[in-house]
């Protein structure tokens, strides 16, 4: 390690997305062969601050960035991928790149190949070149061995286990000449235990050729492990930076979650010691990106319950297995009858309701009315806001019921709009929120699923959205699950709180328990 | 897990994966006995038509490999052969030169249409089946107005005879006769009482050596991974629309000399109508030889000639055996190539579906066996 000029140096960056501060005043360096452990919870920034250092679409396209970058000393400006694979920097996402038929060698070489010259392509130009099977061979032979791990240049991707196709993405970067600096974004997600162990050791043998390895995960065990520096970030701030081998892991969970200030407790009620309502019992759902594996739950009569966990572990899976809207299987009981899974429409005949996460696509009808959108499930599920002519022969809409329920929760939420007749794509997303709450409250459910209530409102509408949750559930006594990326709010309203991780039920606690304890719930099966 | 089961599930799945192939010969296994068709016959039908259609087939493989689906590009391909074809029919050049030079003037006119499509399919993406299918039409019209409207009176026509007697206009058939076979009967060879045209089914074989040769260039190699998924190869750096242009420009330039091909075998061109189902046969065929929207070989192409055509000469035929009624027999190879391509099209979205669904399983079946494990 050289104690010259650093490899990379970020100076002051900051980001914002539509006037929302995501980065404020990052300063990070890493020397060369440094291995980084970068942490912190879903949303403080650790994706944003990668994806500026690997020039992604997704940051010019928002308006750039502010600060400065230095390679090797030298002021550098990343407006593309490219530019950044130029100045030696390579990345390996979450989500597979790669060829599915093709072998690994064919990815690991993707538009890199080796050629060789023919006459068509002196005639037709370079791209009737044959390709040099046996230089790319022996390419990706280099490449995959600088990992120091086995896999076979000659395998179809489609045809490995998830760890080789990782391993094949991290060769794929290896055999860029040049690189100095990787950027690995939770490569052990996907990784039995074993290949996580030979991807450890792959890193530390990138360290010692001079490569430079910022390495994001959320299994801290592996950061203590590997990483020379760790670097903990929270709400868009890089908190802490520390050597490895300073620290430990619930010094590093207090770092990520802890919030100074402290959440008032006194004037809660108790928690809830009733019957339960739903049991959940070896459910699986099939959600991309959202996999739930084995949950059983059981939710009491009349609680908030809250479920709360790291992005990708399967808290959203819950909901949306149970609604029908993705596949599952196992077995949940609802007020002592079982609910057959896979059919939307039992679930809301039972007189469930479910606000989803994904607001634009499942909860709204963008072009239709305010008063369409919260009156259409309660006249589709359970005959409301309609009139029988004719001994139910014809069904008339009853459309003043409807303005009358509109203009209610329009005023009770504190809906901004021009009035029902107002179109729901015009509203901000706060508003459009609100519409959502107010479709599943005219529903009248006995119980309610709340997907991510707040995610991308400002802080006024989140105040009053989690009011009307908690308003609604202790009127009309409706026990409500609500799923949330931000434990704090789901300690502000919730009675009890169930953390899940690695697709299971990690443990459930009452709302007043430390964060840290929730924090070590978090962390403790990722997958 | 036995062995047995799973030597089970193995020949289920290439019954699945090949049940339309397996279909086609079952019926034809059918037919055969009922028709009563001398072997030699039969056989020499099936290498007429295998050296007629060949080529064509093949002009589908490389926008396959690009990722465009089954695409009906080749049809504009048909129409450039077609105007070629008029010209060298007008300028009365015969023979082999006149062949030649048919083949040589549809290349430009394929080439721009080709651009064309491939420009308009770059941003209709992943609805490349039916926007294809939808331009075909929409040339169609242009076509027919070019030789319907515009030959012998902006375009010179010299010769009467091809020309409507209103003076301009082409008649709806054109006498290809002193071009007929003219490829065919050079280097033909006789086995056994079959007629083998060996210098066509050399250009055949070649190309199939060039389509070979071809997977394994660069530009190639960028083709089959756009193919596969086109965000991948864009994020490599490889120019994906520049590629799939590329490919559907190849696709119709061939598809011209192979609607060449195809018209001097028959000596005879219906002017408006060659090329509107030739799409729909091709693709039809290389449906019947086991391909499918993303993938297709050239052993495809040859088992999907001779067991489609097979079915075009047996089923008009065994048609009107069975019920004394010759139309029945055509009616139904009709129905047949319009079902084939309904099914293939169903089966490869049921395919894609199940696939997807296998991801539930697996979980039940993991926690099944997590629940045996702790039992």
Same mark, same amino acid.
């Not at chain 1, 919870?41 to 500026?52: P, Q, R, Y």
């Not at chain 2, 331009?135 to 019209?141: K, L, P, V």
């Not at chain 2, 007697?165 to 033909?188: E, Q």
């Not at chain 2, 120019?239 to 598809?255: D, F, G, H, M, P």
């Given at each position: 390690?050289?104690?010259?000029?650093?490899?990379? #140096?970020?100076?002051?960056?900051?980001?914002?997305?539509?006037?929302?501060?995501?980065?404020?005043?990052?300063?990070?360096?890493?020397?060369?062969?440094?291995?980084?452990?970068?942490?912190?919870?879903?949303?403080?920034?650790?994706? $944003?601050?990668?994806?500026?250092?690997?020039?992604?679409?997704?940051?010019?396209?928002?308006?750039? /960035?502010?600060?400065?970058? %230095?390679?090797?000393?030298?002021?550098?400006?990343?407006?593309?991928?490219?530019?950044?694979?130029?100045?030696?920097?390579?990345?390996?996402?979450?989500?597979?790149?790669?060829?599915?038929?093709?072998?690994?060698?064919?990815?690991?070489? %993707?538009?890199?190949?080796?050629?060789?010259?023919?006459?068509? +392509?002196?005639?037709?130009?370079?791209?009737? *070149?044959?390709?040099?099977?046996?230089?790319?061979?022996?390419?990706?032979?280099?490449?995959?061995?600088?990992?120091?791990?086995?896999?076979?240049?000659?395998?179809?991707?489609?045809?490995?286990?998830?760890?080789?196709? #990782?391993?094949?993405?991290?060769?794929?970067?290896?055999?860029?000449?040049?690189?100095?600096?990787?950027?690995?974004?939770?490569?052990?997600?996907?990784?039995?235990?074993?290949?996580?162990?030979?991807?450890?050791?792959?890193?530390?043998?990138?360290?010692?050729?001079?490569?430079?390895?910022?390495?994001?995960?959320?299994?801290?065990?592996?950061?203590?492990?590997?990483?020379? $520096?760790?670097?903990?970030?929270?709400?868009?701030?890089?908190?802490?930076?520390?050597?490895?081998?300073?620290?430990?892991?619930?010094?590093?969970?207090?770092?990520?979650?802890?919030?100074?200030?402290?959440?008032?407790?006194?004037?809660?009620?108790?928690?809830?010691?009733?019957?339960?309502?739903?049991?959940?019992?070896?459910?699986?759902?099939?959600?991309?990106?959202?996999?739930?594996?084995?949950?059983?739950?059981?939710?009491?009569?009349?609680?908030?319950?809250?479920?709360?966990?790291?992005?990708?572990?399967?808290?959203?899976?819950?909901?949306? =297995?149970?609604?029908?809207? /993705?596949?599952?299987?196992?077995?949940?009981?609802?007020?002592?009858?079982?609910?057959?899974?896979?059919?939307?429409?039992?679930?809301?005949?039972?007189?469930?309701?479910?606000?989803?996460?994904?607001?634009?696509?499942?909860?709204?009808?963008?072009?239709?009315?305010?008063?369409?959108?919260?009156?259409?499930?309660?006249?589709?599920?359970?005959?409301?806001?309609?009139?029988?002519?004719?001994?139910?022969?014809?069904?008339?809409?009853?459309?003043?019921?409807?303005?009358?329920?509109?203009?209610?929760?329009?005023?009770?939420?504190?809906?901004?709009?021009?009035?029902?007749?107002?179109?729901?794509?015009?509203?901000?997303?706060?508003?459009?929120?609100?519409?959502?709450?107010?479709?599943?409250?005219?529903?009248?459910?006995?119980?309610?699923?709340?997907?991510?209530?707040?995610?991308?409102?400002?802080?006024?509408?989140?105040?009053?959205?989690?009011?009307?949750?908690?308003?609604?559930?202790?009127?009309?006594?409706?026990?409500?699950?609500?799923?949330?990326?931000?434990?704090?709010?789901?300690?502000?309203?919730?009675?009890?709180?169930?953390?899940?991780?690695?697709?299971?039920?990690?443990?459930?606690?009452?709302?007043?328990?430390?964060?840290?304890?929730?924090?070590? %719930?978090?962390?403790?099966?990722?997958? | 897990?036995?062995?047995?089961? @799973?030597?089970?599930?193995?020949?289920?799945?290439?019954?699945?994966?090949?049940?339309?192939?397996?279909? &086609?010969?079952?019926?034809?296994?059918?037919?055969?006995?009922?028709?009563?068709? +001398?072997?030699? @016959?039969?056989?020499?039908?099936?290498?007429?038509?295998?050296?007629? *259609?060949?080529?064509?087939?093949?002009?589908?493989?490389?926008?396959?490999?690009?990722?465009?689906?089954?695409?009906?590009?080749?049809?504009?391909?048909?129409?450039?052969?077609?105007?070629?074809?008029?010209?060298?029919?007008?300028?009365?050049?015969?023979?082999?030169?006149?062949?030649?030079?048919?083949?040589?003037?549809?290349?430009?006119? +394929?080439?721009?249409?080709?651009?064309?499509?491939?420009?308009?399919?770059?941003?209709?993406?992943?609805?490349?089946?039916?926007?294809?299918?939808?331009?075909? @039409? &929409?040339?169609?019209?242009? /076509?027919?107005?070019?030789?319907?409207?515009?030959?012998?009176?902006?375009?010179?026509?010299?010769?009467?005879?091809?020309?409507?007697?209103?003076? /301009?206009?082409?008649?709806?058939?054109?006498?290809?006769?002193?071009?007929?076979?003219?490829?065919?009967?050079?280097?033909?060879?006789?086995?056994?009482?079959?007629?083998?045209?060996?210098?066509?089914?050399?250009?055949?074989?070649?190309?199939?050596?060039?389509?070979?040769?071809?997977?394994?260039?660069?530009?190639?190699?960028?083709?089959?991974?756009?193919?596969?998924?086109?965000?991948?190869?864009?994020?490599?750096?490889?120019?994906?629309?520049?590629?799939?242009?590329?490919?559907?420009?190849?696709?119709?330039?061939?598809?011209?000399?192979?609607?060449?091909?195809?018209?001097?075998?028959?000596?005879?061109?219906?002017?408006?109508?060659?090329?509107?189902?030739?799409?729909?046969?091709?693709?039809?065929?290389?449906?019947?030889?086991?391909?499918?929207?993303?993938?297709?070989?050239?052993?495809?192409? &040859?088992?999907?000639?001779?067991?489609?055509?097979?079915? &075009?000469?047996?089923?008009?035929?065994?048609?009107?055996?069975?019920?004394?009624?010759?139309?029945? =027999?055509?009616?139904?190879?009709?129905?047949?190539?319009?079902?084939?391509?309904?099914?293939?099209?169903?089966?490869?979205?049921?395919?894609?579906?199940?696939?997807?669904?296998?991801?539930?399983?697996?979980?039940?079946?993991? #926690?099944?066996?997590?629940?045996?494990?702790?039992?």
């Amino acid at each position: 390690m050289s104690n010259t000029t650093p490899l990379l #140096q970020m100076k002051s960056i900051r980001k914002n997305f539509f006037g929302n501060q995501v980065l404020k005043d990052i300063n990070l360096t890493l020397n060369e062969g440094e291995v980084l452990g970068l942490v912190g919870e879903n949303g403080a920034g650790k994706s $944003t601050l990668m994806k500026i250092l690997f020039g992604m679409n997704e940051i010019r396209e928002t308006g750039g /960035y502010e600060g400065d970058i %230095l390679m090797n000393g030298e002021k550098v400006t990343i407006g593309t991928s490219f530019d950044a694979l130029a100045h030696g920097i390579g990345m390996v996402h979450q989500e597979f790149s790669l060829i599915p038929g093709f072998t690994a060698t064919e990815n690991i070489l %993707l538009n890199r190949e080796p050629q060789k010259k023919s006459i068509m +392509s002196e005639v037709f130009g370079q791209r009737l *070149n044959i390709t040099d099977r046996k230089k790319m061979d022996a390419a990706s032979a280099a490449a995959i061995d600088k990992m120091g791990v086995q896999i076979d240049g000659g395998m179809v991707i489609s045809d490995m286990p998830v760890g080789h196709k #990782q391993f094949t993405e991290i060769a794929r970067e290896l055999s860029k000449d040049n690189l100095k600096l990787l950027i690995l974004d939770e490569p052990t997600a996907v990784l039995t235990e074993q290949e996580a162990l030979a991807l450890l050791d792959s890193i530390r043998a990138m360290s010692r050729r001079g490569i430079a390895v910022i390495f994001i995960t959320h299994r801290l065990q592996e950061i203590l492990d590997v990483c020379d $520096t760790v670097a903990v970030m929270r709400d868009g701030v890089l908190v802490q930076r520390i050597p490895a081998a300073e620290t430990s892991i619930p010094e590093i969970t207090r770092w990520m979650v802890g919030r100074n200030i402290d959440t008032d407790h006194s004037g809660r009620r108790p928690v809830p010691e009733t019957e339960p309502i739903m049991t959940i019992e070896h459910l699986w759902v099939d959600m991309p990106g959202e996999t739930v594996r084995d949950v059983n739950l059981e939710v009491r009569r009349g609680e908030i319950l809250g479920i709360g966990g790291l992005a990708g572990q399967g808290k959203l899976g819950i909901p949306n =297995g149970i609604m029908g809207l /993705y596949a599952s299987g196992g077995s949940v009981t609802f007020d002592g009858e079982s609910i057959p899974l896979n059919q939307p429409r039992r679930c809301l005949d039972r007189q469930l309701a479910f606000v989803s996460e994904d607001r634009r696509g499942v909860g709204l009808l963008l072009h239709e009315s305010l008063e369409w959108n919260i009156s259409f499930p309660a006249m589709q599920i359970h005959d409301k806001f309609l009139r029988s002519l004719l001994g139910g022969l014809i069904k008339w809409r009853d459309d003043r019921a409807i303005q009358e329920v509109t203009r209610k929760y329009i005023d009770e939420l504190q809906i901004r709009c021009t009035g029902p007749r107002q179109k729901a794509k015009e509203l901000s997303g706060g508003n459009q929120q609100k519409i959502c709450l107010a479709k599943a409250f005219a529903l009248e459910p006995k119980f309610l699923f709340v997907s991510e209530p707040t995610r991308g409102i400002d802080v006024g509408a989140k105040a009053l959205v989690l009011q009307a949750l908690e308003k609604f559930n202790r009127e009309s006594g409706v026990t409500i699950v609500m799923i949330s990326s931000e434990l704090e709010e789901l300690r502000s309203v919730c009675d009890r709180i169930a953390i899940v991780s690695g697709g299971r039920i990690a443990g459930i606690l009452p709302a007043v328990e430390s964060s840290e304890r929730f924090g070590e %719930l978090m962390v403790s099966q990722v997958i | 897990m036995s062995n047995r089961s @799973f030597s089970g599930r193995k020949a289920a799945h290439f019954l699945s994966s090949n049940s339309v192939p397996i279909m &086609f010969i079952l019926i034809i296994a059918v037919c055969i006995p009922i028709v009563g068709f +001398s072997p030699a @016959f039969l056989l020499n039908e099936i290498v007429t038509r295998l050296s007629r *259609n060949a080529f064509l087939i093949l002009s589908l493989l490389i926008p396959i490999m690009a990722g465009m689906g089954l695409n009906f590009g080749m049809t504009l391909g048909a129409m450039a052969a077609e105007i070629a074809l008029i010209f060298t029919s007008d300028w009365q050049i015969w023979g082999i030169p006149g062949i030649v030079l048919a083949m040589i003037i549809s290349i430009p006119i +394929s080439a721009v249409l080709g651009l064309l499509c491939g420009k308009i399919l770059n941003a209709a993406r992943g609805r490349e089946m039916i926007t294809s299918y939808i331009i075909s @039409f &929409f040339m169609n019209g242009v /076509y027919q107005l070019i030789v319907l409207y515009m030959m012998g009176s902006i375009i010179p026509i010299l010769h009467n005879n091809i020309k409507l007697p209103r003076g /301009y206009g082409i008649r709806s058939s054109v006498d290809l006769t002193r071009i007929r076979k003219a490829l065919d009967n050079v280097l033909a060879v006789n086995i056994g009482g079959v007629r083998i045209p060996l210098l066509t089914i050399l250009i055949i074989v070649l190309m199939c050596l060039i389509i070979v040769w071809f997977r394994r260039t660069k530009l190639g190699q960028d083709m089959r991974a756009v193919g596969q998924d086109m965000e991948v190869a864009r994020a490599a750096g490889i120019n994906v629309e520049r590629t799939r242009l590329i490919s559907i420009v190849i696709s119709t330039v061939l598809a011209g000399i192979g609607m060449v091909i195809y018209l001097q075998n028959m000596g005879d061109m219906a002017t408006y109508s060659s090329h509107s189902q030739i799409g729909m046969f091709c693709i039809a065929a290389l449906l019947v030889g086991g391909a499918s929207v993303d993938k297709a070989s050239i052993g495809n192409v &040859f088992l999907g000639v001779i067991l489609f055509h097979t079915m &075009f000469i047996l089923a008009p035929a065994a048609g009107a055996r069975i019920t004394g009624n010759e139309v029945i =027999g055509e009616y139904f190879r009709v129905f047949v190539s319009y079902g084939v391509i309904t099914v293939a099209l169903i089966m490869y979205e049921t395919k894609k579906r199940r696939e997807k669904a296998g991801i539930g399983e697996q979980l039940a079946a993991a #926690q099944r066996e997590e629940g045996k494990a702790h039992a």
